[in-house]
DNA sequence: CAAATATAGGACTAAAAAGTCTTTTATGCA
DNA sequence: TGCATAAAAGACTTTTTAGTCCTATATTTG
């Protein structure tokens, strides 16, 4: 569904969300050691996070990862389109590109539904919200 | 969503289904022709459903590609499931396998509501239904 | 200002997915 | 029986996604 891309950077802003209720920057060991992913490659996703101003960071000592917008803020969907783009919510399922919705065939009503399933969860949950539930569920804090 | 092996799949299916209700066979470039997709690799595909089951096939002259089964009775799903396999219908939108549906987070449910919508709409249609819908409204027959 | 620390950037490698090409095997028909 | 036809099989290449590593740049602190 996401790319392990998405799947990473998920993982990570929730554990800079969550040392950022006591203020606290994270580095990139950290954040890959609770949210078990590769370094190097969420290095990689999390500058792409700052560019696209879903998180900020500051470098050399005591700097790291962290958030300035507020966590209720900032949707499941902000990250995933950011990451991924939009095609996941708006695709059809049969990939074909040559029809449209003025002329839709049974199907795509139905994909419809699916993507719009999709769209509400994504969209109705705040990352903060992905840190009571995700957060505390996988990592036991 | 799904994989271009999957798309390229179902869109070569219609056209099998659709020559099988002429009692016809079809070859390989006649399908890939209407069904707009690379043909060495959609080949691959199609052999591919002849060892799971889903279409048959015969060499030589007026050999090709057929149903031997009724189209009411292969779904979407069959198909997705020969080809890409269950996880899109399974796998935990957030990508983390260490985590149940025990001691699920808040959004197990809600992707729970999504991924059982999408399995509703390839159930629930069988490839009969994608001929008269799809096919139809995309070759214009 | 210098040293230590941490992210940013760029150039890589590895693995998976997508796609091609060439040879073999089965079938029908003259 | 032999030739034409069409799928099957296998060995490729290309592209995309995933992942690493090394160097540069910014920031704090003594
Ligand atoms: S009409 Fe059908 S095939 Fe076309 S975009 Fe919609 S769902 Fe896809
Ligand atoms: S509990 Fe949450 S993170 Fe775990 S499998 Fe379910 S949806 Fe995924």
């Known amino acids: 569904m ?3 891309r998405c799947e990473y950077g998920l993982r990570a802003l929730t554990v ?7 203020d606290r920057k ?16 969420t290095a990689k996703i999390l500058q792409d996070l700052v560019r696209r101003n879903i998180i900020d960071s500051l470098k050399g000592p005591n700097g790291g990862f962290y958030f ?24 059809c399922g049969l990939g074909l590109s040559e029809c449209n919705a003025k002329k839709p065939c049974p199907f795509h009503n139905q994909f419809e539904t699916v993507r719009s399933e999709l769209f ?11 840190l009571e539930g995700f957060y505390k569920q996988v990592y036991n804090r």
């Not at 994270?26 to 490659?41: D, H, M, Q, R, Y």
């Open 2 to 4: 996401f790319s392990k």
């Open 16 to 22: 800079i969300g969550e040392a950022g209720k006591e």
């Open 26 to 41: 994270v580095g990139i060991k950290e954040i890959c050691n609770l949210a078990k992913t590769p370094e190097s490659f």
């Open 68 to 91: 300035s917008k507020n966590l209720d803020d900032i949707s499941i969907y902000d990250v995933v389109l950011a990451i991924d783009g939009e095609e996941i919510f708006t695709k």
């Open 120 to 130: 509400k969860v994504c969209s109705n949950n705040s990352l903060n919200e992905l």
